[in-house]
C-alpha cells in the first residue's frame, strides 16, 4: 500500500489510506512528514525508485512507532 505517490511531477502523502487508528495520529503523521522531508530531499530529482524507498522507509517507521505504543 503506498502511502507517498509521485503525481504529475507532485509528491502526494496519501495519509487517509492507512487504517483509521493511524489516520487519527497526526503527531506521528507530522513527525514522518518531517522525517521523510529530511531524509529525501524534495529540491532533487524524484523518480519511481525513490519513491519506492520512501514508501518503505515510512511504513518501516510506522511499524516501530506503533509497536512502542
Keep these: 500500500m ?3 505517490q ?3 511531477d507532485a509528491l502526494i502523502f496519501d ?3 492507512l487504517p483509521e487508528n493511524v489516520q487519527i495520529n497526526t503527531d506521528l503523521r507530522d513527525k514522518l512528514f518531517k522525517e521523510v522531508k529530511e531524509k ?3 529540491n532533487k530529482f ?3 525508485r525513490t519513491v ?3 514508501n518503505k522507509y515510512v511504513l518501516n517507521r510506522l511499524k516501530s512507532e506503533l ?3
Design 15 to 17: 495519509w487517509e489510506s
Design 67 to 69: 509497536k512502542i505504543k
Design 46 to 48: 524524484i523518480d519511481v
Design 6 to 8: 509521485l503525481s504529475n
Design 40 to 42: 529525501y530531499p524534495l
Design 52 to 54: 519506492h524507498e520512501m
Design 2 to 4: 503506498p502511502v507517498i
